[in-house]
């Protein structure tokens, strides 16, 4: 087994899972991409074993401390772990992540469960040259009726490999309807956004909803509306779902049939939407929300472009608090590791100061229990929510 060898202030010696190229000291043995290699000190001591890439910034990524190879017996082992621990937080779903790379010893591999369904994703190359045997223990232990692996990811390009969908077992069936805490979705998983669905806010619709008897919702960036759908079943007067995408507009409006309940789509940016309606109501007309929901996609991929990012965030929170009223709410969510919790909610309260309210924090929301947080990991603790209320000012 060839290897590297880490330079002494590697983050891998302070708990973290991956090696960058700037950290290599030392290669040895002649390992080739996608290869398993031994991670070891300057002074040979060994610390685990890793899958290797030199195309990639992350050359390596440790999956064990121990000496191991990649074969079906780790990836039987490694599987059913991950399905035990779902089993025990969330038993019986039919909506699920069953696997999270480095949160559960396979880096680069996700799995996510639709009914009888399972949609893949092998993100680094080590993953994808053992697809074979991956695919044989998900039919072993989850007798599915299809595998199909979705590579359509950008974060292949820096693994240096094309991305591609395929059908790794029986054949795919159209759009279908699936079921999540109480919501019923329709489930295109060849176009729909990440594999189909956002499962990592499945358990956030209804946290969100609570607070909406007797109010007017906006849900901005509404993607499938599983907000907006949410709160129309918990008894919004009136809800508006917008989405730039015309295709994600189709999908609120049919879910709506679904779960039959009313509610309004707009086809807009949201950007536009907020800068117009805020400046009506400084113009002096009364707000047609008092509940606004901003789950926008991630802003930023990598730290570069955190400043702009940044300013993005800051404009819709901005706008957002403008078109409230005192009293009003503000559910808002960020899907960026880049951005921490306190960075999150330092542009929430700049955005507050501009816009001359005060908020009182009435929730706190994070990613569903199926995306498990490793503590020396930040980048597996990305999805940060708050449920703000505007009080009068003092």
Not at 20 to 31: C, D, I, L, Q, S
Not at 74 to 85: G, M, N, V
Not at 345 to 355: F, K, M, S, T, Y
Request: proline fraction near 4%; include cysteine; aromatic fraction near 8%.
């Amino acid at each position: 087994m060839g290897g590297l060898v880490i330079a002494p202030k590697a983050r891998i010696l302070h708990g973290h899972e991956w090696v960058y190229g700037t950290e290599v000291r030392a290669v040895f043995g002649n390992p080739q991409p996608g290869d398993v290699v031994a991670l070891k000190d300057q002074r040979d001591r060994f610390l685990g074993s890793a899958i290797y890439n030199p195309r990639s910034q992350i050359v390596a990524r440790r999956f064990s401390r121990r000496k191991q190879l990649l074969d079906a017996d780790f990836f039987r082992r490694r599987i059913r772990q991950a399905l035990e621990l779902r089993e025990r937080r969330l038993p019986g779903e039919e909506l699920m992540r069953l696997v999270w790379s480095e949160s559960d010893g396979l880096p680069g591999l996700i799995v996510d469960r639709y009914r009888d369904v399972l949609v893949m994703q092998t993100l680094t190359l080590a993953m994808h040259l053992h697809e074979g045997e991956i695919v044989g223990v998900l039919c072993e232990l989850l007798h599915p009726a299809c595998i199909m692996a979705r590579n359509d990811a950008a974060v292949l390009e820096a693994e240096g490999m094309e991305r591609e969908t395929h059908i790794a077992f029986g054949s795919m069936p159209g759009p279908f309807e699936v079921t999540g805490r109480g919501l019923k979705f329709v489930a295109d998983l060849c176009h729909g956004q990440k594999t189909g669905l956002y499962l990592d806010q499945l358990d956030n619709y209804g946290a969100v909803a609570s607070f909406a008897d007797g109010r007017r919702v906006l849900d901005c960036f509404c993607n499938q509306g599983g907000f907006a759908l949410a709160c129309a079943k918990a008894g919004a007067t009136d809800v508006t779902a917008t989405d730039i995408s015309g295709t994600a507009v189709q999908a609120v409006q049919r879910n709506a049939e679904l779960n039959k309940v009313q509610l309004h789509t707009v086809e807009a940016n949201a950007f536009d939407l907020l800068k117009v309606e805020s400046e009506k109501v400084r113009g002096g007309a009364e707000s047609k929300w008092d509940f606004i929901i901003l789950d926008p996609p991630s802003f930023t991929r990598n730290r570069k472009a955190l400043g702009g990012a940044l300013r993005g965030y800051k404009e819709i929170h901005l706008r957002a608090m403008q078109m409230l009223p005192v009293g009003g709410l503000l559910s808002t969510f960020c899907c960026s590791h880049h951005v921490s919790r306190e960075l999150f909610l330092q542009v929430i309260a700049e955005a507050a100061v501009d816009a001359h309210c005060t908020l009182r924090m009435v929730a706190e929301h994070g990613q569903r229990p199926d995306h498990p947080v490793l503590l020396n990991m930040p980048e597996t603790s990305y999805l940060r929510g708050f449920s703000f209320e505007l009080v009068q000012g003092r």
